[in-house]
């Protein structure tokens, strides 16, 4: 089975754009999370979704939004892109939540310039 | 301070040596990961504990679980180059069962 993809793999923006990752969680899992990892530290949580709905959202300013798709899959949206939004963006899948095994993705690398 | 610390925070250590890397929290664990990073790349899962006093195996790595402590080590028996990278914990905290949150990571260098 395949793992967790996601798309793209690395990505270069301008300072003000908007950006879109997408994530495709493993099969039969139904949550998907985002994290935004910045160089030297641990992930960050952003966003948790099941069952298209919001369960819950880090502490990240409004520019930050997701949504989850009826298959599961899910895309995070980047708004007026800035400089400290360059990171490793990692989606994780599992069944339903984070008491239950969650499985990363290898990550979209967004460099904003 | 962070919610969930690691030490060390790095570690060089010979091939086939054994070593051990410590999470600590200040919080109620009620689910504890473990996750080995290579640079810039994705995280892979290791092991999941919820239960204290949990000990898992994987190859040669275990790890256990003290929640008495809030505390959990990651043990790799005889390094191995392959070894080498960044592990990271993450936990589940307080009520928050949606999300994790994660360490600082311990990088792992094996000489061989």
């Known amino acids: 089975d395949a793992g967790v993809t996601q798309s793209p793999t690395h990505l270069i923006k301008t300072r003000g754009q908007q950006v879109t990752l997408r994530c495709s969680p493993i099969?039969?899992?139904?949550?998907v999370s985002w994290y935004q990892q910045v160089l030297g530290q641990g992930p960050q949580f952003i966003f948790q979704?099941?069952?298209?709905?919001?369960?819950g959202r880090g502490n990240f300013p409004d520019r930050f939004s997701a949504r989850q798709f009826p298959n599961y899959s899910s895309e995070l949206n980047v708004n007026a892109l800035l400089l400290g939004d360059s990171a490793l963006y990692l989606c994780?899948?599992?069944?339903?939540?984070?008491?239950?095994?969650?499985?990363f993705g290898p990550g979209t690398r967004l460099t904003v310039t | 301070s962070q919610e969930l610390e690691q030490s060390p925070q790095s570690l060089i250590v010979q091939e086939g040596k054994n070593l051990t890397i410590n999470c600590t929290s200040s919080k109620t664990l009620y689910g504890l990961y473990w996750y080995k990073q290579k640079y810039g790349e994705g995280l892979i899962f290791l092991m999941m504990?919820?239960?204290?006093?949990e000990e898992k195996s994987h190859e040669k790595i275990t790890a256990k679980l003290d929640e008495k402590k809030q505390q959990s080590s990651l043990h790799i028996t005889a390094s191995q180059p392959s070894h080498a990278g960044i592990y990271l914990c993450?936990?589940?905290?307080?009520?928050?069962?949606?999300?994790?949150?994660f360490g600082t990571g311990t990088l792992l260098a094996v000489q061989p």
């Open positions: 504990l919820q239960k204290g006093g």
């Open positions: 993450g936990a589940v905290l307080g009520g928050a069962t949606n999300k994790l949150i």
């Open positions: 994780a899948s599992s069944l339903e939540g984070a008491l239950y095994e969650q499985y």
């Open positions: 979704y099941y069952e298209k709905e919001e369960r």
């Open positions: 099969s039969g899992h139904k949550s």
